[in-house]
């Protein structure tokens, strides 16, 4: 039974701006040999022109309407910093962060430095609240700690995502109060929970050991969380149910292996994926070939080619993708008999800086797809290709149907 | 700030008929430059093989789903003559006629020429009617003479736009009764104050002064108002606030017109843009440059093509094309800096004199957009561009992308 092995570069898309992409640049002989054997396209993640994020565009690309699975980002974000979600979890995203004694906010990252020690205090006082404040109202609350000032705060029970944040997102301004945005008891109940967790913790944090240690070096305290994206962990048909596709994902960022266990994949992640531009692939993608013996379908995400775009680093996504194409070239013979994908969540132009609506390119290698004229995967080339111009949702159908696995419908 | 120039050829598609068509024999250097430099594609104005009109296909193009805002023709006919609607209004298209005294309708427009102090007398006989009726049921009556035997009524108050035309649609039927198509209080009461309407204006011509001169000058009288086309202007978000973008239109017909002003737009227009195959260029081509320089979108409408194509004029229609491209190359320096739309809003093929349901050409040039092999713009090339087959409704968000303004969907 052949498998697919599925290559997402995050932003990987381009604008040329008066010259070429990176795509187009990138010295990638094993992707471009297999793109020159298969058929090419170029992919609208959502519809034709919607700027995505991250998240809806997964949701889409892993066959999930965004329009009506995307519930927020804080969810997924905890799914992916590994708490458990039951549907209908209402969860936010987290900041630590420092205020004055006014309340107005100082830094929104309590001076970016959290050491690992610091965040499990916190971890434990924050969760001794949420356990009185859970109690007084009837609901459970856990919170957890991801990567530095990071964290995500999650609220079980006859509660509601309808609220709105506490984060100002800005500095020096006080940190809000959470209000109920609609009408209904549940979002009343979770703005009450969101305000006491925050004031207690404003509190505790006065006599917390490591603001003491914090205040003698110097060091902003930790005395506010931030609260913000609120959304509710929706019910999720898994990928194996909807598509018969069982699935692995390989990635790095949190916020990805929450969308990934939220359509029930199987997440994994390898040395070397920590999401920058120095990335280095080789152990994921040894991962990636071990794994394709037990899945259907491998899902490998590559950050780099997204940071380096925001950072306006044409070098450095050129280099992100010369470096997963190196990775990739000893597995060329196990790729021949099995499918490739190659694609991308959206574009992040270098000189944008941020993610644009343009479609991405999309290749499809498999012994049995059509070979078209394009040799070349690129924005600049692929448009000519024979999968014409498809959407994120497309993706796994298409998938299902090569690896002959999903049902027919009719007769 | 870059901003964008959409050119739109009214009814500028056509088909090849075992020759050329138009937009591929006309000489238009300047198109063609940029579309050499740009992206093409096909666009479905509504969706593959639906034939549109004009109305619904520009609702569609300004990213307005017409089988959710089209309401009926007379709401936006009314907003393009410059009657202010309300979300709830219902209007009318309506046609000066002559009926004999059995009411049966003998010429459709009154003999056709209706000079504009005969139709301000009519105006004026009609909105007294309509005063003195409206105040008997309780709504608000105003007519409004648009050109020659053309008008619009509108009614404000608990009306509804579910009642049958007046207008019997052609000569020798009687003058109809309208009739409500539902059970509503609303419409029952439509077709009761519409059906008094008609009968006091066919009472009231037999003393208009008006009459009794043309008459004299063996005219034919204008003695009744025909109804058709009712419609509710629908609660419509503007442009601005649904896509981020800034945007004018510039056009000479008024349903066009209309549609724009409903969506939000602010409307211009400009000497020689009279919607005929003589209509120049000069002035709406200044003036829209102008204007690029206030707005984050300027839309140009040209008539012309479209009322050639239901003339079957196709050396017309060539030179309509050729004369906008003429008046446009002053401004190819202006234009290599910002974003060039030229498309159309259906096809109008001359050897069928109505419109079609075949895409239409669209290219797209802009600093940073792909270029493509595609260097005329036509039915018979845009095919093979990087833009694929793209819809009506694609067009908003797509450029709302390049000019960076519409909102990211996740994060």
């Known amino acids: 039974m052949p498998s697919v092995l599925w290559i997402l570069f995050d932003g990987g898309g381009d604008r040329p701006s008066g010259g070429k992409t990176p795509f187009y640049v990138a010295f990638k002989p094993t992707i471009d040999y297999l793109t020159s054997l298969g058929s090419c396209g170029v992919l609208d993640?959502?519809?034709?022109?919607?700027?995505?994020?991250?998240?809806?565009?997964?949701?889409?690309?892993?066959?999930?309407?965004?329009?009506?699975?995307?519930?927020?980002?804080?969810?997924?974000?905890?799914?992916?910093?590994?708490?458990?979600?039951?549907?209908?979890?209402?969860?936010?995203?987290?900041?630590?962060?420092?205020?004055?004694?006014?309340?107005?906010?100082?830094?929104?990252?309590?001076?970016?430095?959290?050491?690992?020690?610091?965040?499990?205090?916190?971890?434990?006082?924050?969760?001794?609240?949420?356990?009185?404040?859970?109690?007084?109202?009837?609901?459970?609350?856990?919170?957890?700690?991801?990567?530095e000032h990071r964290g995500v705060l999650v609220l079980r029970g006859a509660v509601s995502h309808r609220v709105s944040d506490t984060d100002p997102h800005k500095v020096g301004a006080k940190l809000l109060r959470s209000e109920p945005l609609d009408n209904s008891k549940e979002a009343a109940l979770t703005a009450e929970v969101v305000n006491e967790i925050t004031r207690r913790f404003s509190e505790a944090a006065k006599e917390l050991e490591i603001n003491k240690t914090r205040r003698l070096e110097g060091r902003l305290p930790i005395n506010a969380i931030l609260l913000r994206g609120g959304g509710y962990m929706p019910q999720i048909e898994p990928i194996k149910e909807r598509y018969n596709i069982k699935a692995a994902a390989i990635a790095g960022v949190a916020l990805i292996r929450g969308v990934a266990r939220a359509v029930g994949m199987d997440v994994y992640t390898a040395p070397g994926l920590g999401g920058t531009k120095d990335d280095k692939f080789d152990e994921a993608l040894k991962l990636a070939v071990e794994l394709m013996a037990r899945y259907d379908l491998v899902f490998l995400h590559v950050k780099g080619t997204d940071s380096t775009s925001h950072d306006g680093d044409f070098n450095g996504k050129v280099s992100v993708i010369e470096r997963l194409d190196k990775s990739l070239a000893p597995y060329l013979d196990k790729l021949l008999s099995n499918y490739l994908v190659v694609t991308s969540d959206h574009a992040t132009p270098v000189s944008v800086k941020e993610h644009t609506g343009e479609p991405v390119p999309i290749m499809l290698y498999g012994p049995d797809v059509v070979t078209d004229d394009v040799a070349k995967f690129s924005e600049l080339t692929c448009w000519r290709g024979a999968l014409g111009r498809i959407r994120g949702l497309d993706v796994m159908p298409i998938l299902g149907s090569y690896l002959g696995l999903t049902e027919k419908f009719g007769e």
Chains 1, 2 share one sequence.
């Not at 997964?58 to 699975?69: E, Q, R």
Request: glycine share 12%.
């Open 45 to 147: 993640p959502i519809s034709p022109g919607v700027r995505p994020g991250s998240d809806t565009a997964h949701l889409a690309l892993f066959g999930y309407d965004p329009y009506k699975y995307y519930t927020g980002r804080g969810a997924f974000e905890a799914l992916g910093a590994d708490v458990q979600l039951k549907p209908g979890d209402v969860a936010f995203r987290t900041n630590l962060a420092t205020v004055d004694d006014s309340g107005t906010v100082i830094d929104r990252r309590a001076g970016r430095y959290i050491a690992p020690e610091e965040a499990r205090a916190v971890e434990k006082v924050l969760n001794k609240i949420g356990e009185e404040v859970g109690r007084k109202y009837g609901v459970e609350v856990v919170y957890k700690s991801t990567v």
